[in-house]
């Protein structure tokens, strides 16, 4: 995943993504330890996940994506959805320029 160097930041989260065959998006999750307390690295992992879950559909398909966490305070539902589009379309951006390139 690290190796294919698609990576970009949008506030706290960084996304690395990686290129699959599928239909559909994959989602990982990275969050330290440095984040905060159990209850707070869980929250802010299922704000994450539902993000995902309700958006997934509005995104480009077909990436292997892995989110990884900057400490931060938790923030709402709505701008975890704002920063992954942000992240995912910049990342979705920088594979097709750079399959533009290869070609």
Request: charged share 25%; with cysteine.
């Amino acid at each position: 995943m690290f190796a294919a160097r698609l990576r970009k930041s949008a506030g706290p989260l960084t996304v690395c993504a990686r290129a699959n065959d599928l239909p559909y998006c994959r989602l990982g999750l990275s969050v330290s330890r440095h984040v905060g307390a159990a209850v707070t690295r869980n929250r802010i992992k299922r704000l994450v996940r539902e993000a995902f879950r309700l958006c997934q559909h509005d995104w480009p398909r077909g990436y292997d994506l892995v989110v990884i966490v900057r400490p931060h305070d938790p923030l709402s539902l709505a701008a975890y959805q704002k920063l992954l589009f942000t992240a995912i379309r910049a990342v979705h951006m920088t594979a097709q320029k750079r399959a533009k390139d290869d070609s």
